[in-house]
């Protein structure tokens, strides 16, 4: 049985549609990760043989001020499912980001490339990657700019603002890979599939501005709203950003032989669904 842990989220809804065979959802009200003894009774009694975790606090700018939360959820927690999952012999899947990295190098990351967080999240999903590996059989998949059917994102935000709004001042200056869910689910089937261990890097392929994302966004939705640039000094944020965070799929290509479709194509495919399940 694989278990997903954080099943209620818009990754972990996601995961549970898309994974084959026998899978079971577990979310706060069933397991707190941040308790080894709620891990230790969950995973005991179930037995998977795989845990996902896809919970996590990822309000970026909010752990900014509840730091402790930050690593007790995004870092302890994995501690005590990486301990657990050991203890059982299952494989640990943990869901990492791209805010591990300081976006300085200019040219999309490798998945050894050196990390250097600069907020506090990036620092708590820093350190659940690093209590992964407190299980030899783990897995860690980096992803970013996520959106999907079951969550606030930024497709949504996008499509609800120019409702309301005739121009819409977004940032221009921060480069990343828009990255379905569904293609993230795909991606961490695969890697189990082919029973992969270590790190690796899975996100739409190609990249582009917030600001050019949000262009995509309207123009594949048919919506007309003037889109300008901004800064991201501009918006005062708490929490500082890497500015240029593609990840590199190469080793995700290599080993499984997938590669994920471009993100303008997996655009249109999320806004035919949207669009269907409306």
């Not at 954080?6 to 549970?16: E, N, S, Y």
């Not at 860690?140 to 120019?162: I, P, S």
């Not at 590199?248 to 806004?271: I, S, V």
């Amino acid at each position: 049985m694989i278990l997903v842990v954080g099943a209620k989220g818009m990754l972990g809804q996601d995961l549970l549609q898309s994974l084959a065979g026998e899978v079971r959802g577990v979310d706060i009200d069933d397991i707190d990760i941040t308790s080894l003894e709620s891990v230790q009774r969950v995973l005991l009694t179930l037995k998977p043989r795989v845990v996902i975790n896809a919970a996590a606090y990822t309000d970026v700018d909010g752990c900014e001020s509840k730091q402790e939360l930050a690593m007790q959820v995004n870092g302890e927690g994995v501690a005590h499912l990486a301990m657990i999952s050991k203890d059982i012999g299952a494989k640990l899947v943990q869901v990492s980001t791209d805010y591990i990295f300081d976006g300085c190098k200019g040219s999309p990351y490798l998945e050894d490339d050196p990390i250097n967080p600069l907020s506090v999240y990036g620092e708590s999903k820093l350190s659940g990657e690093m209590n992964a590996s407190l299980n030899p059989d783990h897995l860690v998949v980096r992803t970013q700019w996520l959106y999907g059917l079951h969550g606030k994102n930024f497709v949504e935000t996008m499509l609800r603002l120019a409702k309301e709004k005739d121009e819409l001042a977004v940032v221009d200056d921060q480069i990343g890979s828009p990255t379905w869910t569904m293609a993230l689910c795909h991606a961490i089937k695969t890697l189990i599939e082919r029973d992969c261990r270590g790190t690796y890097h899975a996100v739409n392929s190609g990249s582009c501005s917030w600001n050019a994302f949000a262009q995509a966004i309207f123009a594949e939705a048919g919506v007309k709203v003037k889109v300008t640039p901004m800064a991201t000094t501009d918006l005062g944020r708490p929490a500082a950003r890497p500015l240029y965070s593609v990840l590199d799929c190469g080793k995700l290509k290599h080993d499984t032989g997938l590669q994920l479709e471009g993100w303008r194509e997996a655009l249109q495919n999320y806004l035919r669904l949207r669009v269907q399940g409306l």
